[in-house]
């Protein structure tokens, strides 16, 4: 079998308004202070819930950066204008042209739509750039701000997946939330 080819992401990923671009060493506070807010993290799966996980988190993406054959690209978000640094995202690349999305804002960055332009400049760079077939989304069932980004972006419901995973000492159900390249391109053009 012939080896997986290299697929290469162009950092950094410029929207209207923001800049997804690689974390770095200097981003430790604020990544800190992401995992550390409750608010944020009621709704995700995975992920550090405290300071000392986010440390470790930022370790594990900071040695990814340097993988030969990546798969994994967790970003920082910045303002465009500022440079601050007001949330984080990522977008794993699965085996048979697959790319799964996911993103969070600083509480204080909520309800501006910087949400959807995190997901729509994501699920760009996957066909755009990675030349998938299909991005998705996992969302836990009672996240209605991010089942809405989804919606906005462009994916569409595709099944609930109850008792998805264990984590946090609880279960979870999540939806499914999809779109093909055939249909984001049709919808874009
Ligand atoms: C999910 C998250 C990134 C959304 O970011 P955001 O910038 O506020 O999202 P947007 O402004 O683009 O859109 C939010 C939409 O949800 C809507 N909304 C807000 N609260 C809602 C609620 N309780 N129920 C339903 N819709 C809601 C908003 O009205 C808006 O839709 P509209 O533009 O049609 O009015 C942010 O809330 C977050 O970081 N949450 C914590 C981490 C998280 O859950 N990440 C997703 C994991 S799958």
Not at 133 to 143: A, Q, W
Request: glycine share 8%.
């Amino acid at each position: 079998m012939s080896p997986r080819p290299r697929r290469a992401l162009r950092l950094p990923l410029e929207t209207d308004r923001l800049r997804l671009r690689e974390l770095t060493t200097a981003d430790e506070a604020d990544f800190v202070a992401l995992y550390g807010d409750g608010r944020i993290t009621r709704h995700l799966l995975y992920g550090p819930a405290d300071a000392e996980g986010a440390r470790q988190q930022l370790g594990r993406a900071l040695r990814h950066q340097r993988a030969e054959r990546r798969d994994s690209w967790e970003l920082g978000v910045e303002l465009a204008a500022s440079g601050r640094l007001v949330g984080a995202c990522d977008l794993t690349l699965h085996a048979k042209d697959e790319a799964e999305i996911g993103y969070l804002l600083a509480h204080g960055s909520w309800g501006r739509g910087y949400g959807t332009e995190i997901a729509v400049a994501l699920a760009q760079a996957a066909f755009g750039q990675l030349g998938v077939e299909r991005v998705l989304s996992t969302v836990e069932i009672h996240n209605n701000r991010s089942l809405r980004v989804l919606d906005k972006a462009g994916l569409r419901w595709e099944g609930t997946l109850r008792r998805y995973a264990r984590a946090r000492r609880r279960w979870w159900d999540v939806h499914l939330y999809t779109v093909t390249r055939e249909d984001w391109l049709t919808a874009r053009s």
